[in-house]
């Protein structure tokens, strides 16, 4: 079964874990140069650890430009939100919404339903920036962490369902809790990624 879908979001932030952004912690982290104190040896630091991987500075700017980036966006550069991202957050729907509402295990969730990135009709984020506390993975240190955001739109795709293995009743029952009660994104614990089903047209 198919069916096309528009979700009306509050705000949505994205921070993509790309690859990229994964490449540049590796690099930091690595290298230590963000324990480093002077700015000059800060410096050779990371120049040292840049020789090792082959980069030069242009190429590592290059990189960071990349992983800086908000949003997911296509090559017309509009923003949308990855299908892998929503069987995710279904994932984590069936983790722990309640028993009621858990109608598939979150194990099969990627086998029962697959989606479309989600088009936001968005190309820039809107004038605004949202800062946050974020715990540091290597540490229990916190770190002050700005993001851009959007807000008030509509993302539309399309979600296929096996019927055998769950209902388009109680796939959209998950979609609503998850919806309104744990988001998609970043800093869903600040209420960002909420949103509410605005169409649900479902055809064979």
Request: proline fraction near 2%; hydrophobic fraction near 40%.
């Amino acid at each position: 079964m198919e069916i096309n879908v528009e979700l009306k979001f509050k705000s949505y932030i994205a921070h993509p874990m790309t690859r990229e952004r994964s490449q540049v912690i590796s690099i930091q982290k690595v290298s230590g140069v963000n324990r480093v104190r002077s700015e000059e040896k800060r410096k050779q630091t990371l120049a040292a650890e840049l020789e090792k991987r082959g980069m030069s500075d242009a190429d590592y700017a290059a990189l960071q430009q990349k992983a800086n980036a908000q949003f997911f966006t296509t090559e017309e550069g509009e923003i949308y939100i990855p299908g892998r991202n929503f069987q995710a957050f279904l994932c984590h729907v069936a983790h722990v919404a309640p028993k009621a509402v858990r109608a598939v295990n979150y194990q099969v969730v990627r086998t029962a339903v697959q989606c479309s990135d989600l088009l936001t009709g968005k190309t820039e984020a809107d004038a605004k920036l949202f800062g946050r506390y974020v715990k540091l993975e290597e540490s229990n240190e916190r770190s002050w962490q700005e993001n851009q955001f959007i807000e008030d739109f509509v993302a539309s795709g399309t979600i296929s369902l096996d019927e055998t293995m769950l209902s388009p009743k109680d796939l959209r029952s998950m979609i609503e809790y998850g919806a309104k009660y744990l988001g998609i994104g970043a800093a869903r614990s600040q209420a960002f990624g909420r949103f509410a089903i605005q169409k649900w047209e479902a055809s064979n």
